[in-house]
Structure formats: structure tokens, C-alpha cells
Nanobody, 117 residues
Framework: QVRLVESGGGSVQAGGSLTLSCVAS????????VGWFRQAPGKGREFVAD????????TYADSVKGRFTISRDNVKNTMYLQMNSLKPEDTAVYYC??????????WGQGTQVTVSS
């Protein structure tokens, strides 16, 4: 059973950058498709980006395409989300997650990202 712990959140001004990390333990993440999601105040959880396990295909939400980069380091058992050109609308709690079958069922506890204008 994989366990996930995010870090790297914080407060930044619009246009700034942050890198989120998600360390996995209990099982190697190379078995999984890994993804990032976020939830803004008063809104539902939304997909941000993921890396498909079987072929490494990367997918981004339109709202972050060209600004965010998802990556994984199988040696460190860690996934990352590099976020550039941050906007106030990126403010949310960010979660990492894993799936074996297309349904994300293992989640981290979340890390807060706040972008001020």
C-alpha cells in the first residue's frame, strides 16, 4: 500500500514559482500512474496533471498547460509539480495521487498554495 506526503506549498505573488514534491513510501511509484489535483475554496477537486505508468504520457489541464510541469523520479520514489507564472486562480490545496486502474484511490494530505495579486 503506497502512502503519499506532499510538501513545498506556500504563499507567492502572481508571476512567481513553486515546486511541489510528493514522496511515496510503502511501494515503488513506478507501478502507478501518478497525478496532481487541486481544490480551491468552495469548489470541487479538479485534475491538474498526470503521468501515465505504461508509456509515460503526460497530460495537463488546459488551465495549467505551458505553466506547470509534472515529473517523477523513480529512484527517489518522488513526484514533482513545477509551477511557473502562478496566478491568483491557482490558489488551492494541491494533492498528489496514484492509480493502478484509472481510478485515483491513494491520496496525500494536501499542501496549500496561495497566490496573491
Amino acid at each position: 500500500q503506497v502512502r503519499l506526503v506532499e510538501s513545498g506549498g506556500g504563499s507567492v505573488q502572481a508571476g512567481g514559482s513553486l515546486t511541489l514534491s510528493c514522496v511515496a513510501s510503502g511501494r515503488a511509484i513506478n507501478w502507478y500512474t501518478v497525478g496532481w489535483f487541486r481544490q480551491a475554496p468552495g469548489k470541487g477537486r479538479e485534475f491538474v496533471a498526470d503521468i501515465r505508468q505504461r508509456d509515460g504520457k503526460v497530460t495537463y489541464a488546459d488551465s495549467v498547460k505551458g505553466r506547470f510541469t509534472i515529473s517523477r523520479d523513480n529512484v527517489k520514489n518522488t513526484m514533482y509539480l513545477q509551477m511557473n507564472s502562478l496566478k491568483p486562480e491557482d490558489t488551492a490545496v494541491y494533492y498528489c495521487a496514484t492509480t493502478l486502474n484509472g481510478i485515483y484511490d491513494k491520496w496525500g494530505q494536501g499542501t496549500q498554495v496561495t497566490v496573491s495579486s
